[in-house]
Each structure stands twice: as structure tokens, then as C-alpha cells.
């Protein structure tokens, strides 16, 4: 049985830094690709990240260059280290996870990914 559980959210004034992780288990694959979503109240699931087993990411516009990927394999723990956070960047942040290894140009759409976690919220206030 797969399980995700994401940690490190909480409440950060405009401009600060979070750091989420991602704790895997069962997974079969260790180099399954994993992904972070947001969703904020009153819109769709946002692809925020994907990142293959050899750690390479792909971004959403909106978090380049503030928001950073990575991945600890021997752990099985998948990081968000968010900078300059911006009101905007408020929502409910999930992991997610699949049994593919090669990274899809497609990493964003959240029905390529068979395993979630259940959520922790982020709150960015000015």
C-alpha cells in the first residue's frame, strides 16, 4: 500500500520561505516520478512541480526561480523548498506520486498520478 505524507506547511508572512516534504512508502519503483499540486479555495488542482527518480523538476511558470525540488532517494522524501511566497501562493499543497519513471512533458496534469497524499495547507498572509 502506497502511502504519501506531506509535512512543513503552516502560516508565513509575504516574502518568507517553507520547506515541504513528501514522505514515500511503498512505492514500487524508487525512481517513480512525484509531483506537487496546489489547490486553492474556488480553483482547479495547479501542478506545481514534478521531479523524475534522477531529480531533474519541471516548474510551473508561476513558482520559477522562488520554488525548488528535490529528492532524497535513500529516504524516499520528496522536498519543496518555497521562497518569496506570495499571497498567491496560498492553497492546499498535496503529494503525489506514480509508477512511471520517465518524466512526461505532461508532469502537470494531475490525472497522470495513481497515489496522493491527503494535503497540508499552506497560508501566506501580508
Known amino acids: 500500500q502506497v502511502q504519501l505524507v506531506e509535512s512543513g506547511g503552516g502560516s508565513v508572512q509575504s516574502g518568507g520561505t517553507l520547506k515541504l516534504s513528501c514522505a514515500a512508502s511503498g512505492l514500487r519503483n524508487s525512481d517513480s516520478c512525484m509531483a506537487w499540486f496546489r489547490e486553492a479555495p474556488g480553483k482547479g488542482r495547479e501542478g506545481v512541480v514534478g521531479?523524475?527518480?534522477?531529480?531533474?523538476?519541471g516548474y510551473a511558470d508561476s513558482v520559477k526561480g522562488r520554488f525548488t525540488a528535490s529528492r532524497d532517494k535513500g529516504r524516499n522524501i520528496v522536498y519543496l523548498q518555497m521562497t518569496n511566497l506570495s499571497l498567491e501562493d496560498t492553497a492546499m499543497y498535496f503529494c503525489?506520486?506514480?509508477?512511471?519513471?520517465?518524466?512526461?512533458?505532461?508532469?502537470?496534469?494531475?490525472?497522470?498520478?495513481?497515489?496522493w497524499g491527503q494535503g497540508i495547507q499552506v497560508t501566506v498572509s501580508s
Open positions: 521531479i523524475n527518480g534522477g531529480g531533474y523538476a
Open positions: 503525489a506520486a506514480t509508477d512511471r519513471s520517465y518524466f512526461s512533458e505532461y508532469w502537470w496534469l494531475a490525472s497522470g498520478y495513481k497515489y
